[in-house]
C-alpha cells in the first residue's frame, strides 16, 4: 500500500513554467514505476508521462514532449514533472500514480496499469 500526494500546481501564464511533486508515503518507493496523467475540464483523464523504477527510462505522450521532463528521487519518496512553456491546453488537474511492477523497463501508459493514485493538483494555465 502506498500513499501519493501531489503538490506544485498553481494558476501560470502561457510560456511559464511549474515544478510538480508525488511523494509516496512508505519505504518501497523503488519499487514503483511512476506516471502522470491529467484530466481537463469535459475531457477524460488522459497520459502524461512515465518512468521506469530507477528512473533510467522515461516515456512521454506527444502533446508534451520537449515541453515536459518526469524525474524522480527514490531516496525521497518523490516524483517530479517539469512543465515548460505551458499552453492553454495544458489546463487540467494533474495526478501521479504508482504501478507496482516487478519489469525494471515498465514505463506503463494506460490508466489500468496503476495501482494507487494521488488526490492531484489543479494547474491553470491563462492568457
Known amino acids: 500500500q502506498v500513499g501519493l500526494v501531489e503538490s506544485g500546481g498553481g494558476l501560470v501564464q502561457a510560456g511559464g513554467s511549474l515544478r510538480l511533486s508525488c511523494v509516496a508515503s512508505g519505504r518501497t518507493f523503488s519499487v514503483y514505476a511512476m506516471g502522470w496523467f491529467r484530466q481537463a475540464p469535459g475531457k477524460e483523464r488522459e497520459f502524461v508521462a512515465a518512468?521506469?523504477?530507477?528512473?533510467?527510462?522515461?516515456y512521454y505522450a506527444d502533446p508534451v514532449k520537449g515541453r515536459f521532463t518526469i524525474s524522480r528521487d527514490n531516496a525521497k519518496n518523490t516524483v517530479y514533472l517539469q512543465v515548460n512553456s505551458l499552453k492553454l491546453e495544458d489546463t487540467a488537474i494533474y495526478y501521479c500514480a504508482a504501478d507496482r511492477t516487478e519489469l525494471s523497463v515498465s514505463v506503463p501508459r494506460t490508466e489500468a496499469a496503476y495501482d494507487y493514485w494521488g488526490q492531484g493538483t489543479q494547474v491553470t494555465v491563462s492568457s
Open positions: 518512468i521506469t523504477k530507477s528512473g533510467s527510462i522515461r
